[in-house]
């Protein structure tokens, strides 16, 4: 019972961050609809790269004409920040088999890992695997339901919408329980600052810049609070 309980509760506390993913997710299967992409290419991607960001990105560098090589590089870039979302989260699940290390690794980006190392550090007694699956497996479904959405009414829309305006719906969805210390503030301020000013870059270029510089200002700041200490 108390294992449905954290999962129960894992679906409660993502049902914010479910409309901005629908949105997101919609705009996802409209623009591949519009960059020639067929059904089974776009459901494809959405089953296999589950990063809304990383999808977004690449779909826009499909539809810019961009080289083979770029694309692969850029999404490779957009998706590092997976493996320090790892190494912070990987503690919680050590007791946990191979098996299901693997099964919730393809389940990790920023909103689940947010929400769960938030409840993993406010209460020790949450299952860490039922909880995190009723973040993960909720935000998964919606996922794939919003781009099959997307694909079926996105045909004979513009070909130039532009998915832009719905990526930053989530992450602001996120911002405030994220931002909870001053390393955190200083890496969100930082990065969002440097993304508008370097929104003109190509390629995504200013996005990548950005999550840098963030992850850069919050260390230093981190190292500064630890050596004052």
């Known amino acids: 019972m108390a294992f449905q309980a954290d999962f129960r509760s894992g679906v409660k506390d993502v049902v914010p961050l479910l409309l901005p993913l629908f949105a997101i997710g919609g705009a996802t299967g409209i623009a591949a609809t519009n960059a020639g992409l067929s059904s089974f290419q776009t459901l494809g991607m959405g089953v296999l790269f589950f990063s809304p960001i990383s999808t977004v990105t690449t779909i826009e560098l499909l539809e810019s004409g961009a080289p083979a090589i770029v694309i692969v590089v850029t999404s490779i ?3 590092l920040h997976f493996a320090v979302l790892s190494l912070s989260i990987a503690p919680y699940f050590a007791q946990l088999s191979i098996k299901w290390k693997w099964v919730l690794a393809y389940f990790l980006n920023t909103p689940h890992y947010a929400l769960s190392v938030k409840r ?3 209460d020790s007694e949450t299952n860490i695997r039922e909880y995190y699956l009723g973040v993960a497996v909720s935000g998964w479904l919606v996922w794939q339901a919003s781009i099959i959405v997307g694909m079926l009414f996105g045909v004979g ?5 532009s998915v832009d305006f719905v990526i930053p719906l989530v992450f602001i969805a996120l911002l405030v329980s994220m931002v909870k210390n001053r390393p955190t503030a200083a890496a969100a301020v930082s990065a969002g600052i440097l993304s508008l000013l370097a929104s ?4 995504s270029g200013g996005l990548i810049l950005a999550a840098i510089i963030g992850i850069i200002a919050g260390m230093m700041v981190k190292t500064t ?5």
């Open 77 to 79: 870039s957009v998706v």
């Open 120 to 122: 993993y550090s406010a």
């Open 157 to 161: 829309l513009p070909e130039n919408l």
């Open 200 to 203: 003109t870059l190509p390629f």
């Open 225 to 229: 609070e630890v050596t004052a200490q």
